[in-house]
């Protein structure tokens, strides 16, 4: 059976086909060119404090034909997508899901042992329908160290969907809404949080949880740090001319309190600063081309 859209794949899932047995979340990870690294965040999840929960991995592309064979012989469901859209993949995944949670993660990041469990905990207030997690470095953590997204302190607070690399969302939510927008690829999360927020007539369907912990980075090198700035703005822009009150929206989030940071050595603090000057002119290209 071919599905070209999302109103199909809630459809086949409404059929009974896909869902022989429940659980109380389904963790989706949509993989492209990620390499052997899925394989660190599945065995992460294979130490969480809550275990009811399947995964579902669907495949973008660009993964190598041994890795393919080695997921497909584990305990996970395996989806292969023809198109490279993030938002697709996902809006395939809850198809597929057996859980009425629906927790998306990114493919090369490392869980938490009580991820499950912390974003579980807050769905036991009915008013709940999204919840983000917090991002910790991983491997290459000065380019996290711009990236307030990653961590909004510590404390449960409304919020929108910053950090879509660690998010979660009620099924019923994601199918009442419509989906991911799959024309987007930076900024999904903020127009989902819009959309939810339009649908359900208020601020606090969103609430972010500090103790929902991954590791991950927010880029590998520089010019993966300057092609995602250069990105992000260019989405930014178009969610804005889509939706004009977005960005006022968006705003009416936080401060939010944070933690101590540690102060940086000088060294850090000046690569920062010039990091930091790049990547605020990978943004004003964007905003002008």
């Known amino acids: 059976m071919e599905i070209n859209t999302f109103r199909e794949y809630i459809n086949f899932e409404y059929d009974g086909r896909l869902n022989d047995s429940a659980s109380a ?17 599945i065995e992460s999840l294979s130490y969480q404090t809550l275990n009811n929960f ?3 991995i669907i495949n973008n592309g660009k993964i190598g034909i041994k890795i393919v064979e080695k997921l497909k012989t584990m305990p996970i469901k395996y989806i292969e997508n023809s198109v490279n859209s993030l938002s697709l993949g ?5 198809a597929f899901a057996k859980g009425e949670i629906l927790i998306y993660l990114d493919d090369d990041c490392i869980a938490h042992e009580q991820l499950v469990e912390s974003h579980l905990e807050l769905y036991t207030n009915a008013k709940v329908l999204g919840v983000q997690g917090k991002g910790l470095a991983y491997k290459h953590p000065f ?37 991911f927008d799959p024309q987007y690829f930076g900024g999904e999360g903020l127009k989902l949080s819009y959309r939810m927020s339009k649908t359900y007539k208020r601020n606090d369907v969103i609430l972010y949880n500090p103790n929902a912990i991954i ?15 250069y990105r992000h703005v260019k ?22 309190p944070k933690d101590n940071i540690s102060k940086l050595t000088t060294v850090e603090f ?3 600063k010039l990091i930091g000057k790049l990547g605020q002119l990978a943004e004003t290209f964007a905003k002008v081309f």
């Open 143 to 179: 380019y996290c160290t711009f990236q307030s997204h990653y961590d909004l302190g510590p404390i449960i607070l409304p919020s929108i969907y910053s950090f879509e690399g660690n998010i979660s969302i009620r099924k019923e939510t994601l199918f009442k809404v419509g989906g």
């Open 54 to 56: 399947d995964i579902v």
């Open 235 to 256: 989405m930014r822009k178009r969610i804005e001319k889509e939706f004009p009150s977005i960005i006022s929206f968006a705003r009416s989030f936080g401060p939010y």
């Open 270 to 272: 000046i690569c920062s």
């Open 90 to 94: 996902r809006n395939i995944a809850a």
């Open 25 to 41: 979340a389904t963790v989706a990870i949509i993989i492209y060119n990620s390499g052997e690294a899925v394989f660190d965040l």
């Open 215 to 229: 590791y991950h980075d927010f880029a590998k090198g520089l010019i993966d740090y300057l092609e995602k700035c």
